[in-house]
């Protein structure tokens, strides 16, 4: 399995962005996707979170500004991210759980991780 994004970048407060993550190697559809963010030196963050059925999760502090979507034919992982604000800087990571572990895209064993890419706002 291979996860490679991009669409990361340098951008000033309240515009938009969206990275994308292009996946290969899944052989079926019925994992969780997601996207994380980690700045050094914190924990890693849950930012957004999409299952097979397309049920989504958010974590409190991106809810109602970003949006998941997943791309199932295009086998692509997208995060819509608005209102960016100087606190979203971070590198930002694609996942995918493990099959057997999707049944809950929140406590979901994620094994699949993309290289990541910076988001810098300021």
């Known amino acids: 399995v291979q996860l490679v994004e991009s669409g990361g970048g340098s951008v000033r407060a309240g515009t938009s962005l969206t990275p994308t993550c292009v996946t290969s190697?899944?052989?079926?559809?019925?994992?969780?996707m997601g996207w994380f963010r980690q700045v050094p030196g914190k924990q890693r963050e849950k930012a957004a979170l999409?299952?097979?059925?397309?049920?989504?999760h958010y974590s409190q502090s991106v809810k109602g500004r970003f949006t998941i979507s997943h791309d199932k034919a295009q086998k692509s992982l997208f995060l819509e991210m608005n209102s960016l604000q100087p606190e979203d800087t971070a590198v930002y990571y694609c996942?995918?759980?493990?099959?057997?572990?999707?049944?809950?895209?929140?406590?979901?064993?994620?094994?699949?991780w993309g290289q990541g890419t910076q988001v810098t706002v300021s």
């Open positions: 999409i299952g097979s059925d397309r049920a989504t």
């Open positions: 996942a995918g759980a493990s099959i057997e572990t999707s049944i809950n895209c929140y406590s979901a064993d994620y094994v699949d």
């Open positions: 190697g899944y052989t079926d559809d019925g994992h969780c």
